[in-house]
């Protein structure tokens, strides 16, 4: 957020000041945390443009008694400001506050006005709740890309030879699997019950039941929370736009690397079949130059120093022309925003708003890359182990009722490329492909293994 004010600058713009909107979960970061440390750093930079157009102004005034000694010299204090304040972000802010050994969260900046705290309050409580509400294709907003999902539908109405089927529900059976995949104790494991809804159909879409506890409130945010009990109805009829996932994450490499696996269970025509679906996510190690905050000593080497500097240099003409640009932005934001809301008011008048978030921090943070090996193994490591307890449970809960499980038994004995169990009647949409170093992710095109 320091060093990237562009980042900083959208992160406040598409999260903070959208106040109808839901934000997206952000896995393994402390989204209020960095929230607080991106207005921060856009009020120094607001600063920081402030001084240098009152020094812009004073060399346009001067220049032309001056025969272009006050452009140079304008230019030269120009530069010792963007060096200043280069040097203070990196090794008084950065390395002095943000780096493992004395990073506090607890000592994050204040928010600059009540409206911003109350809205970061709102936004931590959403960031631990259990509603992920997306303006996207796919509903699995600020848990990464969807490298795999795949399919598969289960006879539970054929009993195992000289035996009758007992009974079960839908909640039996997400809640046998729950169990089994909660006692593998991955490391950063989280098991959890999820509801995916669209924020296109928040107004109109859901059922009246779904929508009092999505969103109580038209002219804010959706709710961060549901009850147990409308996730048990929701499970139940497993055809609604408002859906219950199981949401397995593992969170490795202290945050880096973390995979979702979103699990969802349905029983259909008259309880006789068993509909599986999986969803694997990923959120790679976020980018490098984000990373070099623990490699910044207490104080900077001379070679650093001169670093900084250069840079400050290559930088000073575009900031200083950039200026007064930047801050009337700034100046004009507050009435634009005021239109912002003025339209969302009327969209939801019209109840064509959608109150679903398009935008993740973690996400926009994100490398293309693994930085090494063994985040690619490990990748495999904790999808493959969900996948294959996920398998176990379900035979096993089968057994349990007496249902032929000879059918998935089978379909175990062939391992598809990408670490999913194939056979028949299961559907691989999409699977990874590793091309070059690095660990590139790409997408394959759709397979249908039969």
Request: glycine residues 8%.
């Amino acid at each position: 957020m320091h060093t990237d004010i562009g980042l900083a600058r959208k992160a406040v713009a598409r999260i903070v000041h959208e106040p109808r909107r839901a934000a997206a979960s952000s896995p393994g970061v402390d989204l209020g945390c960095v929230l607080r440390h991106a207005l921060a750093a856009r009020t120094r930079q607001r600063r920081r443009d402030v001084v240098l157009l009152l020094l812009l102004l004073v060399i346009v005034i001067t220049l032309p008694f001056t025969q272009g000694v006050s452009l140079f010299l304008g230019l030269l204090v120009a530069w010792v400001i963007v060096a200043a304040e280069l040097v203070s972000v990196h090794y008084g802010v950065v390395s002095r506050k943000l780096k493992r050994e004395n990073f506090d969260p607890r000592q994050s900046p204040r928010p600059p006005t009540a409206r911003d705290a109350a809205r970061l309050e709102a936004i931590e409580l959403r960031d631990r709740g259990n509603v992920v509400v997306s303006s996207r294709f796919e509903p699995f907003v600020g848990h990464g890309e969807t490298y795999r999902t795949w399919s598969f539908a289960l006879n539970t109405g054929r009993a195992e030879a000289g035996k009758q089927v007992i009974p079960f529900t839908i909640h039996d059976l997400n809640a046998h699997i729950s169990a089994r995949v909660g006692a593998l104790e991955l490391p950063g494991m989280d098991v959890a019950d999820v509801l995916l809804v669209n924020g296109a159909d928040l107004l109109i879409g859901i059922d009246d039941r779904t929508r009092a506890e999505v969103l109580r409130n038209l002219g804010g945010p959706p709710g961060a929370q549901v009850s147990d009990a409308l996730l048990r109805e929701l499970r139940e009829d497993g055809k609604g736009r408002a859906r219950p996932y199981l949401a397995v994450r593992v969170t490795g490499w202290s945050g880096e690397l973390v995979i979702t696996m979103f699990l969802r269970c349905a029983l259909l025509s008259g309880r006789d079949i068993a509909f599986i679906e999986g969803s694997n996510c990923l959120l790679p190690p976020v980018r490098e130059k984000y990373r070099t905050v623990d490699r910044l000593l207490d104080s900077p080497t001379f070679r650093q120093w001169c670093r900084l500097v250069g840079e400050a240099g290559a930088r000073t003409p575009v900031l200083l022309v950039r200026a007064p640009f930047a801050l009337l932005r700034d100046l004009f934001a507050p009435l634009e925003r005021h239109r912002a809301q003025r339209r969302q008011e009327r969209s939801i008048r019209m109840r064509t708003f959608d109150y679903g978030s398009k935008f993740s921090l973690r996400e926009e943070a994100s490398d293309r890359f693994f930085h090494r090996y063994f985040q690619s193994l490990d990748r495999e490591l904790y999808a493959k182990t969900i996948e294959h307890r996920v398998l176990d449970a379900l035979v096993q809960f089968l057994e349990d009722h007496n249902i032929d499980s000879s059918d998935l038994i089978q379909r175990q004995t062939t391992i598809y490329n990408s670490g999913l169990f194939a056979g028949r009647d299961i559907s691989i949409k999409r699977s990874s492909v590793r091309a070059g170093g690095g660990g590139l992710l790409r997408n394959s095109q759709p397979v249908r293994q039969r």
